[in-house]
């Protein structure tokens, strides 16, 4: 059974750092690419951050310098830090394989206000 779980979210201030985690299934997880997407409500859900089976990394211009995303191919974790949070980043973060499977996990909700 396939499975992605997100973890991390919550409320942060602008200017705060905040990181995710997903958990994966190793069968998918460690032959993959792996990504982070987020989504708003009424929008389509995009790519944030990518990172390769050997750990290559491409980031959304929005977000490069502040994101950093790392996987452990021993825990099938994949990992999203995120520093200098802005307004605009408040989204529902996900994770999948990039490309992404059919299948989503719950999602994680980042809100960033004051």
């Known amino acids: 059974q396939v499975t992605l779980v997100e973890s991390g979210g919550g409320l942060v201030q602008p200017g705060g750092s905040m990181s995710l985690s997903c958990v994966a299934t190793m069968n998918i997880f460690r032959p993959n690419a792996m990504a982070w997407y987020r989504q708003t409500p009424g929008e389509q859900r995009d790519l944030v951050a990518r990172?390769?089976?050997?750990?290559?990394?491409t980031y959304v211009d929005s977000v490069k310098g502040r994101f950093t995303v790392s996987r452990d191919n021993t825990k099938s974790t994949l990992i999203l830090h995120m520093t200098n949070l802005q307004p605009e980043d408040t989204a529902v973060y996900y994770c999948?394989?990039?490309?992404?499977?059919?299948?989503w996990g719950q999602g994680a909700q980042v809100t960033v206000s004051s």
């Open positions: 990172i390769s089976p050997s750990g290559t990394t």
């Open positions: 999948n394989t990039n490309p992404p499977l059919r299948l």
